[in-house]
């Protein structure tokens, strides 16, 4: 079934400065990457999206790119600032359903 | 999006009882899902609830413990069976659209604690 794989799980950064997570997944039917923001106590909320027909996505200070040869993706988050802190999990579907990777626990510091 | 409604919000079980979990959905969906969230983990899915026929569970997941019910397009139930402490985790509902865009919306998670 599908594997997808995510790093780091930890990650700090200064507030402003750029964060970057890195996601595998092994399934070559994979056509959809989205990627969810869980902050303590919450539900995982969509932040991003990609599906396999484009190659990078953006929305404000959040990226996300897609390299389907190479089977990963990654999220881009710059101008970091403290209400980014959370986790973060990169997904992929298998069939109809979205299979997480481990998650990244992203610290802004101050 | 989809708004979901889930409950119990919490709850404290003795070990060997059950707990039903109900997600209620403010749209059809075709797709409902169950994952659980261990403390500091990822979410991990357990099963698929299909309307119309008998749900089906990703591996490590059994019918007899965690028993799902989809009477209609828009609810579901998980039962966790005959608790114990490890059972002790979040369990979120989740329904995608199945249409081009495949976006998943959670509930806002059951967090159960086995004593």
């Known amino acids: 079934g599908e594997n997808v794989e995510q790093h780091p799980s930890t990650l700090s950064v200064q507030e402003g400065d750029s964060a970057v997570i890195k996601c595998t997944y092994s399934d070559s039917a994979s056509n959809y990457f989205p990627w969810y923001k869980q902050e303590l106590g919450k539900r995982p909320q969509l932040i991003i999206d990609i599906r396999s027909n484009v190659g990078e996505k953006k929305d404000q200070r959040i990226a996300v790119t897609l390299n389907k040869t190479a089977k990963h993706f990654s999220l881009h988050i710059t101008e970091t600032q403290p209400e980014d802190s959370a986790v973060y999990f990169c997904a992929s579907n298998r069939d109809d359903k979205i299979i997480f990777g481990k998650g990244t626990r992203l610290h802004i510091l101050p | 999006s989809a708004v979901i409604s889930q409950k119990p919000s919490r709850d404290i079980c003795q070990r060997g009882t059950s707990l039903t979990i109900q997600c209620q959905v403010d749209s059809q969906v075709t797709m409902m899902f169950w994952y659980r969230q261990q403390p500091g983990q990822s979410l991990t899915l357990i099963a698929t609830?299909?309307?119309?026929?008998?749900?089906?569970?990703e591996s490590g997941f059994v019918i007899d413990k965690f028993p799902i019910s989809r009477p209609n397009l828009t609810f579901s139930t998980l039962t966790v069976s005959n608790m114990s402490p490890e059972d002790s985790s979040i369990y979120l509902c989740s329904v995608e659209r199945a249409t081009l865009n495949t976006e998943a919306f959670f509930g806002q998670g059951t967090r159960l604690t086995v004593v």
């Open positions: 609830a299909n309307q119309g026929s008998e749900a089906t569970y």
